[in-house]
Antibody, heavy 125, light 110 residues
Framework: QVHLQESGPGLVKPSETLSLTCAVS????????WSWIRQSPGRGLEWIGY???????NYNPSLKSRVTISIDTSKNQFSLKLTSVTAADTAVYYC???????????????????WGKGTTVTVSS | QSVLTQPPSASGTPGQRVTISCSGS????????VSWYQQLPGTAPKLLIY???QRPSGVPDRFSGSKSGTSASLAISGLQSEDAADFYC???????????FGTGTKVTVL
């Protein structure tokens, strides 16, 4: 059974870098796409981006200038870095396993079938 | 601000059928597949429907998805108390070049 576990500091100071790791167990990280999603207090879900084991990434354009997602196949884990954080980055951060493909007619298939439990990150001095 | 619009709330009594709409555009729902996620209070979202109308293993068949043009719908038939949750639609957006979620619908079982 696939299990994803987020870890990282629960408190980050404004202007600093938020760093989280998602450990994957029960599946090889060399299959599927691996995503980060966040949910601000009382608000909806926001997709942050994904990475494939080859290193291919795709980021939410609204966060692209501040986000880096990386992968460590030897440790079967992937990571999120978000720079220059503000209070608006306070959220529950989830990692998830995604299925992603593009059909010959350019239809994009994307969904996230396995999620971690999430970790709360608060940005405050 | 989300590009996929859902009603903020929906409700029904046990056994009733509840439908949640998701309105998008030609760059997302009109071009790509739709997924639905259920988020129970205090938990991570769970995939309910993918590829417009497919259910993952373990999801009861009283949950069904459909799509027409630039809109999609999630139907819950035989509503149960444990279905009380937030539901989100989602799809890839070609213009934004990213995955977008709907605004979310809170389902209440009366």
């Amino acid at each position: 059974q696939v299990h994803l576990q987020e870890s990282g500091p629960g408190l980050v100071k404004p202007s600093e870098t938020l760093s989280l790791t998602c450990a994957v167990s029960g599946d090889s990280i060399r299959t599927y796409y691996w995503s980060w999603i966040r949910q601000s207090p009382g608000r909806g879900l926001e997709w942050i981006g994904y990475i494939f084991y080859s290193g291919t990434t795709n980021y939410n354009p609204s966060l692209k200038s501040r986000v880096t997602i990386s992968i460590d196949t030897s440790k079967n884990q992937f990571s999120l870095k978000l720079t220059s954080v503000t209070a608006a980055d306070t959220a529950v951060y989830y990692c998830a396993r995604a299925v992603h493909s593009v059909d010959t007619d350019l239809t994009v298939y994307y969904h996230m079938g396995v999620w971690g439990k999430g970790t709360t990150v608060t940005v405050s001095s | 601000q989300s590009v996929l619009t859902q009603p903020p709330s929906a409700s029904g009594t046990p056994g009733q059928r509840v439908t949640i709409s998701c309105s998008g555009s030609s760059s997302n729902i009109g071009s790509n597949t739709v997924s639905w996620y259920q988020q129970l209070p205090g938990t991570a979202p769970k995939l309910l429907i993918y590829n417009d109308n497919q259910r993952p293993s373990g999801v009861p068949d009283r949950f069904s998805g459909s799509k027409s043009g630039t809109s999609a719908s999630l139907a819950i038939s035989g509503l149960q108390s444990e279905d009380a949750a937030d539901f989100y639609c989602a799809a890839w957006d070609d213009s934004l070049r990213g995955y977008v979620f709907g605004t979310g619908t809170k389902v209440t079982v009366l």
